[in-house]
């Protein structure tokens, strides 16, 4: 039936939005539990696909490398070792995207990652439908960048028309000297740490305006901002909801 299957549609989308906004939503109003929960769904993640990327690899790089033997321990175990660090790596990442004291700016945060996410789930959709991928494996692999460019660049558009503030050299030194205290908390720290993103992004478009025009100069920025690292935050929930997604349309649709 035409009908139900456009209404399932519908179901399956508001679903979606409805996963980007709490992801987004849990990372503003809860920013240590979302790192520790990020963190925990990468290493999981993590877990099964990079031991599954090895395996594949290994025989590219070596020869007659059959199963069994050394590769048994070798593969789980640097699979292992590689989906603890970039389950560490990315729970840091997404403290310091969404922890700080300036609830306005991390706002906007939040909207930024949210529209990233969401445009990352629907490219995985995308490659999932045209072309068979694998949502989670696009995902974790290869998402990361662009997804962290867009972040990257969503939050310099932002910086640009004053929504988000701008800090100087002068108020990160005033802040330091005068507004931070003997023992910060991770918050305190956590803003410290994107008044030094803006500050040095900000000395980096300098230095390239010297070589280049200041538009491409602040293209070359956002490139290697270092707000980029949320883009693998991102790429984890995108391909979680993805995922989820492709799983609902095959079994209702």
């Known amino acids: 039936m035409p009908f139900l299957r456009y209404l399932l549609n519908a179901l399956i989308m508001v679903a979606e939005i409805a996963a980007v906004v709490g992801a987004a939503w849990f990372g503003y109003a809860y920013p240590f539990l979302f790192a520790g929960t990020t963190a925990v769904l990468a290493f999981a993640l993590g877990l099964r696909l990079e031991a599954a990327r090895l395996d594949n690899e290994l025989p590219f790089y070596f020869e007659n490398r059959k199963p069994g033997g050394a590769r048994a321990l070798l593969v789980p175990l640097v699979g292992g070792v590689e989906a603890l ?78 929504i988000i503030p701008s800090s100087s050299l002068s108020d990160l030194g005033w802040k330091i000297m005068w507004d931070m205290p003997a023992r910060p908390t991770v918050d305190q720290v956590s803003e410290l740490v994107f008044q030094i993103k803006q500050v040095f992004d900000g000395f980096v478009v300098t230095i390239l305006a010297t070589v280049m025009s200041k538009d491409w100069a602040q293209i070359v920025g956002i490139l290697i901002s270092v707000n980029v690292l949320a883009g693998f935050v991102a790429a984890v929930y995108s391909a979680i909801i993805a995922s989820a997604v492709r799983a609902a349309e095959k079994a209702v649709l």
């Not at 490659?127 to 960048?145: C, D, E, M, Q, T």
């Open 85 to 162: 660090l970039k389950g560490v790596l990315a729970g840091i990442a997404a403290l310091f995207t969404f922890a700080g004291t300036n609830h306005d700016r991390l706002f906007w945060v939040a909207i930024v990652f949210g529209l990233t996410v969401f445009a990352g789930a629907a490219l995985l959709r995308v490659l999932s439908i045209k072309l068979n991928a694998f949502p989670v494996r696009w995902g974790f692999f290869r998402l990361g960048p662009p997804l962290g460019l867009l972040f990257s660049a969503g939050l310099a558009i932002l910086a640009a028309v004053a």
